[in-house]
């Protein structure tokens, strides 16, 4: 089970950082995965980082976000930066089956996090 925390307001070109505590190892994840899903949209996949720390991110957040992991924590982070209105949603984290995806853990609460001045 993973935990997303961390969000909250912010005013838009801030910076963000979420975090996702794990229950358990992170070497005994495949790997890990940030979500977000705004109002009335989809759930998207933000950033994925494996096991051995290979990380990708999604066109929409290249060059803004940033994926990494504490093992000695058990926790992968999600460093928001130039944060813009529409990057406001509820962001979540889940255990993924691959580089990319599918989801493969069960959906916490998430964190909401809103860019607005």
């Known amino acids: 089970q993973l935990q997303a925390s961390g969000g909250g307001l912010v005013q838009p070109g801030g910076s963000l950082r979420l975090s996702c505590a794990a229950s358990?190892?992170?070497?005994?994840?495949?790997?890990v995965g940030w979500y977000r899903q705004a109002p009335g949209k989809q759930r998207e996949l933000l950033a994925t980082?494996?096991?051995?720390?290979?990380?990708n991110h999604a066109d929409s957040v290249k060059g803004r976000f940033t994926i990494s992991r504490d093992n000695a924590k058990n926790t992968v982070y999600l460093q928001m930066n130039s944060l813009k209105s529409e990057d406001t949603a509820v962001y979540y984290c889940?255990?993924?089956?691959?580089?990319?995806?599918?989801?493969?853990?069960?959906w916490g609460q998430g964190t909401q996090v809103t860019v607005s001045s």
């Open positions: 358990r190892s992170l070497f005994s994840i495949n790997a």
């Open positions: 980082i494996t096991s051995i720390g290979i990380t």
């Open positions: 889940n255990t993924v089956a691959g580089i990319w995806g599918p989801p493969t853990g069960s």
